[in-house]
């Protein structure tokens, strides 16, 4: 017959050990959570890089983009080029992601509210390359990184295949805004930087600046084979501008771009004024437009 006090004895040990246990799991939960990041993220370019990634986000931008299902409910922060700095702080993040495009626009917002803005340069495809490897350091999601490094590395080289051996055509980039009427892009911007990679020869560079202002006379002289017109924003009304600007301006008429009909409009989400989550698709697309198959460039 086994003694009863032992028996206690070891119920009580059992009871302790599964208590210390218990205590542990609970005490690692509660410390999880308390270093859990909690990221903000302003512009749906963003958002698009902490979907690809799995990072925890507590408040999106206020946009008619679909979100993704794990993104939905969350606290919307505002508009892109304008958010709530208040809504922000009152969500006490660990980070904040905006681009380095719109560090002057609301810089001084955040340090008013104590709140220190990361700002991310999308200005380029390689550039998102390095925000992916970065971020995805930071967070514990290499292996996620690197996969969308590899893809985008792929659709570099499909572009540069189709390119190989074939006259470079000219290329000239316009970018729309509602309400005003347009820019044109440099190879500095991220579609320039599409054209680049696509194979094309953007008609206007700059050291420095991503945007210029336009020259009817210098868009004749460099006679375009190809434009795109990105569309940024509100592209109902952005294409309408377009098109009124290219029936009442003859000088578009007599470009060799709209002489052919390589004329092509580019929207959101797959283009935007920074590089995005799209940029397999939209390298491909631009790629195709440049180089259509069997026809010479």
Known sequence: MKDPRKVGLISLAVLIVIGLIGGGIAWQRQHAQRHQPRIVATTYAIVQIADKLNLPLVGVPTTSNPLPQSYRKLAKVGNPMNPSVEK??????TAVYSVTT??????KAFKAQHVTPHFLDLTSVAHLEQ???????????QTAARQQVREIDQAK???????????????????????????????????????HLAGGQNVFTSQTQEYMEPNDEAIQKANPQVILRLEHAMPAMVTKQFNQEFKQNTMWSRTSAVKHHRVY????????????????????????????KGAAA
């Open 88 to 93: 922000i702080a009152a969500l006490k993040p």
């Open 102 to 107: 719109l560090d002057d626009q609301f810089g």
């Open 131 to 141: 925000t992916l490897t970065q971020l995805g350091k930071r967070y514990n999601r």
């Open 157 to 195: 080289q499909r572009a540069k295949k189709r390119s190989q051996n074939r006259q470079k055509p000219r290329v000239l980039v316009l970018m729309g805004l509602p309400g005003a009427s347009y820019m044109i892009a440099t190879n500095h911007a991220y579609v320039g930087d599409l054209v």
């Open 265 to 292: 409009d580019l929207q959101e989400p797959t283009f935007d004024a920074t590089a995005n989550m799209h940029v397999v698709t939209a390298l491909n697309q631009v790629s195709r437009w440049l180089y259509p």
